[in-house]
């Protein structure tokens, strides 16, 4: 199982260690740094590094390394999934996970690593019961603390770590009882130069934030459930009452947690909400490049595309681009050749446009790549695949509770091939 | 105000001061100054002398301390253990704690602390928490037990902690029953043959119910767990892959793959025709394509478990090609991989689509992905042969960039195309050539040079080409050298009247003025080749070449087997089996997937009834399974010198063979035949007898000429089954030497050179006494008839049948294994005759248990001691009894065994009976 875990920051340093079994010099961490080394980009680091007596796996995230020292064959896949929970965790305590956070509340993150693995063992991974077990830190908690000595180790018994509901703390009171629901939904796409769809698919994630006082039982049915043929749930969801009637049967945990996500692949599916019409060109002998760039909306059933953002990494042979964005702003990294050009909002009426030179090294040969181009987008008030909630009930409590659902679409990874 | 003031001491005496801290009156104080301590470790600082203060603080009701204390012991125990003994008593006396947390915490801890005197302590609460009322204990306790294992295995087994573990998996509660296969799972890692997690339907069945209960970590430790189980037919796989299913629309992408895993072994042994195998096979494509929309991380090990995957179960995802497309802000790791999955994926019905996709990705800036995606488009043209024109055509477009690194990689993909599609895209040599000079990786060169060597008679200047990269001879690699070498000798023997010089230049080159041995061997061969025997250098220099197919570079499908049961491990993403690199496993089992009871990849081997009445029994072809094929790979395929001492025990070929044993065949023997009989003397007479029968048999029929009786030859390997290779034979003793008489059909359209032959180990030893000698390659369509001597001092192992003997071929293709019978009478030895005194006093000394009796039907015997004396059967008495002719006969076989029959003959009925007594000697 898990042996040892190693946080390394951007500039290769280590400045957490923690161990479960014996403890590993931290000399291990070389192979990693060697590896680090090696990668072209932070993110191109192999996730699992062979060294004579471990293996060193690791997940980049807000840009730590979490390295895991592991000893004997162990699931990669577990290793990784719960590296993310830890990453997750961190995130749930102290609002970011940064090299500073994490510096900031050292004790707090010896005692939840000392809590989620025991012996490399999972043993807490749930938030609902870390928070019983250790109380997050809050400012106004911080002061208490100092003031009368107490100590923001809970005293109880992790209760629901043991009964039918593992997830969902025991006690739970309200005074404004209230379900959330964000259906979230990520188009991945590759467009290819004459604006043909290539491969198109969605990811969906349905979010909530619950609070509802007691053990509340819910049920969430669909308009359309027969979109949601590959999906992935929180444990809470009762399986069988999906495989049977497609309704979402569940006790849902306290708080903040994903409910489930679920992919459709079928292309058909799947509306491609802007287009781009760009023309980038090069020509022999000359040391300039020609920069033209039109969107559009194509399929948003008259939903507004909002916070549009354009990004292209030109090639390296650029030295500078002199474009003229027709509204928002854009920026050039003649370092990086990173072109960003912040769209805002598209108005039907006004297609925005971004065009000019770009000015090559001077007798340098045309390049030979051909920048891709990556758009983000925000379409509010509409789930892209056209899933929609029918409704939302609650049994086993008595009050009424507020409820609240969201639909959101934004492009995932959509590149356009140029 | 944070912790972050705990990093910020960097005072002199620090320690000094914490020491004084830790010493204080004051409670807040006190936890502070622990919190202190606690953040100078996390960071790696020596505090360990602060030990003593620090477990003073241990006697506190302030649960956060306390804790605070047990991570500095754990982590400073093992240095200080003196000390950390005083920390016991309130282990102990915490372990007797009301709050069950509390003695959760205690015992968890102690099992932490890595100290010989401490773990004695241990014992007695490690035993109350194991039976503790509270699950929550218990649960803590059962990974105890594999803490404690790590510390001091041998204690473990003493107190009996095992059994207390196994008896956690009917616990009432999921979460113990999961951690304690969690603990058994690990405990077990270490001792491979304990038969720790004994598994049958009942634990199976509280397994399962757990899953639906227990935390996903523990999901995970029981479907790896269940991965391990064999169950007893096709409806218990069935169900218990209907109650593993929900599991892959969990969140956590372990536990999808490791229901795959499961599923994937499950499926094997359902039959194909089932409804619900077809069902399954859907259910498993959508998991497995969502986990490539997780973190990077994820994906890469998703993707090299996919490919995997694809290998065995083509069908599942052959129609989501596309969600293997490459994005180009992909990690390069996650890129690579998923090129490698499309070019698995790539047919016939998508191909148009993947070489769009290929093209587009060698335009990318990536140097390294661009180079793979290169070799992708010339890997697909090997794959898919329709496209293979449409893929040249791609690499010509690339090789006009003339980007240098992509013009290098497609020319040593062409060559590969030109070795697989012979003659047929010749036609771009010409643009090749225009590139010559940008060469500058080895690789490039030497495919360039090979295709200027192999169609130096359609260039022109072949001559001039070569002799430009001999100009930098030295200071080229070896690979370049070699393949210069090569390629020269070549144009020399198509074109010998213009290029004796170059070839004169390139040999000295090689010979003197190089201190490479390879180089330098490779040299003198061919010049001693080329001034003895033109015609044959020409022979072997410009011999037909095997055709390459995309086969190479399929993981070897007994290799593939194994890691299909080890899906989602680090063998999964290393394709290695573990016991190639995991640390410390010693006698890791190897895993095979179970077979299909109907299907055809079940062992097609002759029924036993059969098998022991006549030696022609149906040749089996073994298929490649378990070891088998990869441990034979690895056997030196020369035979033994003919005239040596036997080999040594501990030679390749005696490991091979005990690899052999030890893996595929006993699962061969296994599925064909029942329980082997148990007395050798006693199993001995059945084959034995089998074999007079046949000898006895020919007795009629044709007149034979004097001489050992020899059968028919039968097929032993189908064409079909050997890639074009049929192999028929039989066997025959001549001049006292046992022959493998063999003819060799080539049914494939291409040459097969390099044949070799091995047996595994056999009944008798025997061995072949000299390589098989096939000197000319055989063409399509040709036979060859070749004989093989074979000796009987090789490795013994006892058969079943008796005469079986399992022989492998190799060729340039590939090894092909079958099996085949030999007639008994073959290793009846000249010597076999027996003095009539000794013969009276041994058949009386022979126990009865050793005799057998059986009947020769319909037999016209004239000269029935002549005829059999050809085949070493000696006749050392005749009596007549009571209008019965008796005939006393012996036997020798070679290895020293003694056969002694009575034949009895009732005049006038054709019916023989005979009665055979054995020893040995």
């Known amino acids: 199982m898990i042996h040892s875990l190693f946080l390394v920051n951007a500039s290769g340093d280590i400045f957490l260690e923690k161990h479960w079994k014996s403890v590993v010099s931290r000399s291990v961490c070389d192979y990693f740094f060697e590896a680090q080394e090696r990668a072209t980009e932070p993110e191109n680091v192999p996730p699992v590094i062979p060294t004579p007596h471990h293996y060193l796996i ?29 990453v997750d965790t961190f995130q749930d305590y102290f609002g970011v996970c940064t090299e500073a956070a994490i510096k900031d509340n050292v004790v707090v993150v010896y005692e939840l690593l000392e809590e989620m693995l025991d012996n490399g063992f999972p043993l807490a991974t749930e938030s609902n019961i870390l928070k019983e077990l250790i109380k997050p830190p809050t400012i106004l908690r911080t002061m208490v603390n100092t003031i009368t000595g107490s100590t923001n180790v809970g005293e109880q018994l992790p209760t629901g770590q043991l009964s039918v509901v593992p997830w ?65 749930f929180h444990p809470c969801v009762r399986f069988k009452r999906w495989e049977a009637e497609r309704i979402l049967s569940f006790i849902p945990p306290d708080g903040n947690f994903r409910l489930l996500s679920y992919h459709v692949s079928s292309q058909n599916l799947v509306a491609i909400p802007v287009y781009v019409k760009h023309n980038i060109t090069f020509r022999e002998g000359s040391s300039q490049g020609r920069f033209d760039l039109t969107l559009g909306p194509k399929q948003t059933m008259g939903k507004a595309v909002e916070s549009v953002l354009v990004s292209s990494q030109l090639p390296r042979g650029v030295l500078n681009a002199n474009l003229n964005p027709s509204q928002g702003t854009y920026t050039f990294d003649p370092v990086t050749k990173m072109l960003s050009w912040d769209v805002g909002k598209i108005n039907p009426q006004k297609l925005p446009s971004l065009k000019g030179t770009m000015s090559l090294q001077a007798g340098a040969s045309k390049p030979d790549e051909n920048p891709t181009i990556n758009i983000q987008l925000k379409i509010q008030q509409m789930a892209i695949s056209g899933l929609k909630v029918n409704r939302l009930d609650m049994y086993g409590e008595k009050y009424k509770p507020f409820k609240g659902i969201k639909y959101m679409t934004k492009a995932g990874k959509f590149q356009v091939r140029t | 105000m944070t912790d972050s003031k705990y990093f910020t001491t960097t005072k002199k005496g620090e320690i000094f001061e914490l020491k004084a801290e830790l010493n204080s009156d004051k409670k807040e104080k006190k936890k502070e100054a622990v919190k202190k301590v606690i953040a100078s470790m996390t960071v790696g600082k020596d505090v360990s002398a602060l030990f003593p203060d620090v477990v003073n603080c241990m006697q506190t009701d302030n649960l956060e301390l306390k804790k605070l204390v047990y991570l500095y012991l754990m982590n400073y125990a093992k240095s200080q253990p003196d000390m950390a003994i005083m920390a016991v008593n309130t282990f102990v006396k915490d372990c007797e704690d009301p709050n069950p947390l509390i003695r959760a915490l205690a015992v968890r801890t102690m099992g932490c602390i890595r100290v010989d005197k401490i773990t004695e302590y241990l014992c007695e609460p490690l035993r109350k928490c194991l039976k503790d009322e509270d699950p929550y204990v218990r649960k803590t306790a059962a990974v105890c037990v594999a803490k404690l294992h790590d510390i001091n295995a041998q204690l473990v087994e003493d107190q009996g902690f095992l059994d207390t573990l196994k008896d956690l998996i009917s616990d009432s509660n999921p979460m113990v029953v999961a951690n304690a296969v969690a603990a058994l799972s690990e405990i077990a890692e270490s001792h491979p043959n304990s038969n720790l997690l004994d598994l049958n339907p009942q634990t199976i069945n509280k397994l399962l119910t757990a899953l639906n209960e227990c935390t996903e970590w523990g999901q995970i430790f029981i479907l790896d767990c269940l991965a391990n189980y064999t169950p007893r037919d096709d409806r218990e796989s069935q169900s218990i892959c209907e109650r593993v299913t929900p599991r892959l629309s969990h969140a956590n992408s372990a536990v999808v793959l490791s229901a795959v895993k499961v599923l994937m072994k499950f499926m094997e042994m359902l039959p194909k025709d089932l409804d619900y195998y077809g069902t399954l096979l859907k259910k498993l494509a959508p998991p497995l394509v969502t986990l490539l929309s997780a973190e990077p991380e994820l994906q890469y090990v998703a993707l090299r478990n996919i490919n995997l995957i694809v290998q065995r179960r083509p069908e599942i995802l052959k129609h989501e090609m596309k969600v293997f497309f490459v994005k180009y802000n992909d990690p390069i790791y996650v890129k690579l991989e998923k090129l490698d999955i499309m070019i698995r994926l790539a047919s016939q019905a998508n191909i148009a689509q993947v070489l769009a996709e290929l093209k587009e990705y060698a335009t990318e800036v990536d140097v390294d992905f661009v180079r793979k995606a290169v070799r992708a488009i010339g890997r697909c043209a090997i794959k898919v042969e329709q496209s293979a024109e449409r893929c040249v055509s791609t690499l010509l477009d690339l090789i006009q960039t003339k980007v240098n690194y992509v013009v290098q990689e497609a020319i040593v993909v062409i060559k590969d195309i030109f070795r697989k599609y012979p003659n047929k895209y010749e036609s771009v040599i010409a643009t090749l050539c225009e590139n010559l000079d940008s060469l500058d990786e080895p690789e490039a060169r030497a495919a360039m040079i090979w295709i200027v060597g192999e169609y130096a008679e359609r260039i022109d200047n072949a001559d001039e080409l070569l002799e430009s990269f001999l100009e930098g001879f030295h200071d080229e690699s070896t ?86 049961c080890h899906i989602g491990t680090l063998a999964s993403v290393y394709h290695k089996p573990p016991s190639a690199f995991v640390e410390g496993s010693r006698g890791v089992q190897h895993k095979r997937l179970p077979g299909s009871a109907g299907s055809g990849e079940s062992v097609d081997s002759p029924d036993p009834g059969s098998a022991a009445g006549a030696s022609e029994a149906p040749p089996a072809v073994i298929p490649s399974q378990g070891d088998l094929l990869g441990d034979l790979l690895n056997l030196d395929l020369t035979p033994p010198t003919t005239t040596g001492p036997p080999p040594a025990p501990s030679s390749g070929m005696q490991l091979g063979a005990m690899d052999l044993l030890g893996g595929g065949l006993d699962s061969l023997m296994g599925a064909g035949f029942g329980a082997a009989p148990a007395a050798m003397p006693a199993s001995f007479s059945a084959p034995v007898s089998g074999g007079l029968d046949d000898l006895f048999d020919l007795g009629g029929g044709v007149g034979m000429p004097m001489g050992a009786y020899s059968p028919p030859k039968t097929i032993w390997l189908p064409a079909m089954k050997a890639k074009g290779l049929e192999i028929s034979g039989t066997f025959a003793r001549r001049a006292g030497v046992i022959q493998m008489e063999m003819t060799l059909t080539n049914k494939a359209m291409s040459v097969m050179t390099d044949f070799a032959i091995q047996f595994n180990r056999n009944s008798f030893g025997l061995a072949p006494a000299g390589p098989l000698q096939i000197l000319t390659p055989l063409s399509p369509n040709q036979s060859i008839e070749a004989s093989l001597p074979l000796s009987t001092v090789g490795p013994v192992m006892k058969m079943e049948p008796l005469t079986n003997l399992q022989v492998a071929v190799k060729n340039n293709i590939d090894v092909f294994y079958f099996s085949c019978q030999y007639p008994i009478s073959m290793l009846f030895v000249e010597d076999g005759k027996m003095e009539r005194q000794v013969f009276l006093a041994t058949w009386k000394d022979i126990p009865n248990d050793n005799e057998s009796q059986f009947q020769i039907k319909d037999c016209h015997l004239n000269a029935t001691s002549n005829k059999l004396q050809g085949s070493n059967v000696f006749t050392i008495a005749k009596r007549t009894v009571e209008g019965q002719d008796m005939l006393y006969q012996s036997m020798k076989l070679t290895n020293g065994i003694w056969v002694l029959a009575e034949l009895r003959v009732q005049t006038g009925n054709p019916n023989y009976t005979v009665s055979t007594l054995i020893f040995g000697v």
């Open chain 1, 58 to 86: 690791s997940v980049l995230r807000h840009r730590i390394y979490f390295v895991a020292v592991i000893q004997s064959e162990v699931p990669p896949l577990f290793v990784i999934e719960f590296l993310h929970r830890v």
């Open chain 1, 168 to 232: 969902r703390r025991t006690g739970v009171k309200y005074t404004n009882n209230e379900a959330y629901f964000d259906v979230v939904e990520e188009i991945d796409a590759i467009i290819d130069k004459s604006g043909s769809t290539i491969t198109a698919e969605i990811q969906g994630v349905i979010d909530a934030c619950v609070k509802l006082t007691g053990m509340p039982d819910l049920t969430l049915s669909f308009m359309n459930p027969r979109l949601l043929d590959d999906v992935s």
């Open chain 2, 479 to 564: 690979q370049v050298q070699l393949q210069l070498l090569t390629a020269i000798v070549k144009l020399f023997l198509k074109k010998p009247t213009e290029t004796q010089e170059l070839v004169q230049q390139v040999l000295s080159l090689a010979t003197q003025d190089s201190d490479n041995p390879d180089l330098r061997d490779r040299g003198y061969i061919y010049w001693r080749l080329l001034s003895t025997d033109p015609v044959a250098a020409k022979e072997v220099v410009l011999a037909e070449k095997p055709l390459i197919s995309e086969e190479t570079d399929l993981i070897e499908p007994t290799l593939l087997e194994e890691l299909i």
